[in-house]
């Protein structure tokens, strides 16, 4: 498996500089974007082809806290699919089911009704976040892949919450 950190010369960490990432992302894409390689032989388009994919796949990874997070636990030996396939607490569940109920009646709410509900799946995202690296940090796997199953629901109630906002 890849270490997308030592594409970006980082090490395997949660809290990493995004800005850094982000400005390494750009030299690295300079060096070996396709397009200057139009000239060269094919076996060489194909390979910053294949090189060119392989960073922004990497970037992609790094970039987003639930995608950095989960790759951080297949470094650590995880199989992320599996993990994905686990089932979270029932009463995690059962809150993400009200959440996901009020989110999808969010035009229907008033104004402040609409904070508060915003509000509550950000701080809910945040702590899980902060659970996460915490045990993460800690050297407790079970305990951060537990975590990140969690970390991964709220990332889709997140994304399903901007996608009402919008």
């Known amino acids: ?15 990493i500089d995004l800005a850094a990432l982000e400005h390494r992302y750009e030299q690295l894409m300079t060096i070996c974007h396709p397009d200057r390689f139009t000239a060269a032989p094919a076996f060489e388009q194909r390979a910053a082809a294949k090189r060119a994919a392989d960073i922004n796949e990497a970037f992609n990874v790094l970039k987003q806290p639930v995608s950095r997070a989960g790759h951080l636990l297949q470094l650590s030996g995880i199989d992320l699919p599996e993990l994905e396939r686990q089932p979270a607490a029932p ?14 009646e969010y035009n229907a709410l008033t104004a402040a009704d609409a904070a508060e509900l915003t509000s509550e799946i950000e701080a809910a995202y945040v702590s899980t976040q902060e659970k996460f690296i915490q045990c993460y940090e800690a050297g407790d796997i079970a305990a951060a892949s537990a975590a990140w199953v969690e970390f991964h629901f709220q990332q889709k109630l997140s994304d399903e919450l901007a996608r009402a906002r919008s």
């Open 1 to 15: 498996m890849a270490n997308y950190f030592s594409s970006f010369d980082l090490e395997p960490a949660f809290t």
């Open 91 to 104: 009463e995690f569940l059962f809150e993400q089911m009200m959440l996901r109920e009020r989110v999808q």
